[in-house]
């Protein structure tokens, strides 16, 4: 049987914080982690360069948890801080399964990780290392989403993997809806124009102008992520 071959050069992998807490929902499930990162691991053998984008869900969201209690600010930086304990397990979970992986931050966090840094960010992942992006974008009022978007055209990424506790993009909310009609493809002019919840509105605009595919799928299966490297089309194909 011929061997799998990738499709994608780098790749940025945007994780929900979420989707790092298996069925719990809230903190660390470690099984669903390594699972995660023997995925990746699997698509640095194949030649594929990946960073990462975590979000901070699992352990607070500043727009949701800080509502009408805290100024938003504030509580988006609580966020931040979120991004980077899930940054560091994934590192530790990595370095576990021997991979070696570097955590940049976008806000200084000396001796948490690295200053994000453009640069040595590419020259990590040209060396066959994970890079995980924490903090998002260093700013309030940005969503990991946007971040993931930032990160994905800083580094030059051919596309960004949008692994979500959802398997694709629908024309509803599937929990919901039982009508909701999931689509294979779709542009960002229809994700717009319908409201489609896929990434907010300033990160999908990003994207849409700079002309960077969006694949979404689900993380419930790690190995979704190398089969999307390899250009099966599991969930979702976000294209302009």
């Known amino acids: 049987m011929e061997q799998e071959k990738p499709v994608y050069r780098r790749v940025l992998l945007k994780l929900s914080g979420e989707a790092l807490s298996g069925e719990k929902g809230t903190g660390l499930d470690f099984s669903v982690m390594k699972e995660v990162c023997l995925s990746v691991k699997n698509c640095l053998n ?71 840094s453009r640069d040595q960010a590419v020259r990590y992942l040209e060396a066959g290392k994970v890079v995980i992006f924490g903090c998002g974008t260093g700013n309030p009022y940005f969503t990991t989403d946007t971040a993931g978007v930032l990160r994905a055209l800083e580094i030059e990424a051919d596309v960004i993997l949008l692994a979500k506790n959802i398997d694709g993009v629908y024309s509803a909310d599937p929990r919901k809806d039982p009508m909701a009609v999931k689509y294979e493809t779709i542009t960002y002019d229809d994700v717009l124009a319908k409201h489609l919840a896929v990434m907010d509105t300033a990160a999908t605009s990003m994207a849409m102008e700079n002309k960077l595919p969006v694949e979404v799928f689900a993380l419930k299966q790690p190995e979704n992520i190398v089969q999307v490297v390899c250009g099966k089309k599991i969930g979702t194909s976000v294209i302009l």
């Open 46 to 116: 194949m030649g594929v360069q990946v960073g990462i984008v975590v979000g901070g869900g699992n352990f607070w969201r500043g727009v949701k948890n800080g509502e009408g209690k805290m100024e938003r600010s504030r509580a988006d930086r609580m966020g931040m801080l979120a991004t980077v304990m899930n940054a560091l397990a994934l590192s530790d979970v990595f370095e576990q399964n021997g991979v070696d992986a570097r955590v940049m931050t976008a806000v200084s966090m000396q001796g948490f990780g690295e200053a994000l």
